[in-house]
């Protein structure tokens, strides 16, 4: 299944285009600052047989129960810095990109008592600063990352944030601004020329869900398996 910002119903129909996985639509979680208050990525981190999930964000249990994973909340969150990046982390491969003082302490005891490598950094919206492109590669709009994830063995590009928009904020994220669908990157806006070339290096497609420059939408998230039950679009 394919979640993504219930905010943006028209990307649904282009996303099938390149997928016929279910695609299920956020809601709005009532706790968290309104301008990403669809967002999944802020919603919850999937480490595969268990997910956590914020308080406010209950429509998800049942849909991930469905998939045969266990749901773990999250302390409550808040639409305060740092309140609201409970379940903003990152896992690539072996790695947990996270900031260690701001994500919830269920989530990074989970993460260590599972054998991830924690790989500390400053941001702490550090799930929406990096697209992961495969276990070893990924996208980040934000140069500490960058600079972290290629000292542990990733393959990391920056890209700058200036050429990405979110309403309510000065700009938006690269991770909020698409994901990886059956092997594709999937982004809702134009690809620049930097971003096409590193990921066919990945050798991965490249699907444009809209012709306007990137925009934050709290990412386009393939996870677990198809749920006729709860089939939306």
């Known amino acids: 299944m394919i979640i993504i910002s219930g905010e943006y119903l028209h990307l649904a ?32 981190l999937d480490f595969g047989e268990t997910v956590f999930v914020l308080p406010g964000s209950e429509y998800l249990e049942p849909l991930f129960k469905s998939t045969g994973r266990k749901v773990v909340y999250t302390a409550k969150p808040s639409d305060r810095y740092p309140h609201d990046v409970l379940c903003n982390a990152k896992i690539a491969g072996h790695g947990f990109f996270c900031n260690t003082k701001t994500i919830d302490r269920a989530v990074l005891q989970y993460a260590t008592a599972s054998g991830l490598d924690i790989i500390n950094v400053k941001q ?51 991770g909020g601004s698409g994901g990886i669908v059956d092997n594709r990157l999937v982004l809702t806006g134009k690809a620049d020329p930097e971003i096409r070339a590193f990921a066919e290096r990945e050798s991965l497609g490249i699907t444009e869900l809209t012709g306007e420059r990137l925009f934050d939408v709290g990412g386009v998230i393939q996870c677990g398996m198809r749920s006729a039950e709860f089939r939306i679009i």
Do not use: W
Not at 15 to 41: C, F, G, M, R, W
Not at 151 to 172: M, P, S
């Open 13 to 44: 129909d282009r996303i099938k285009t390149v997928s016929n996985d279910d695609i299920v639509l956020s809601q709005k979680n009532p706790y968290l600052p309104k301008p990403v208050a669809y967002h999944p990525e802020m919603q919850f």
């Open 124 to 174: 702490g919206y550090t799930g929406c600063s990096i697209l992961k492109l495969n276990n070893n590669a990924i996208l980040t709009s934000d140069r500490t990352i960058a600079t972290k994830a290629s000292e542990n063995g990733y393959r990391a590009l920056f890209v700058n944030t200036d050429g990405i928009t979110l309403a309510g904020y000065n700009c938006g994220f690269i």
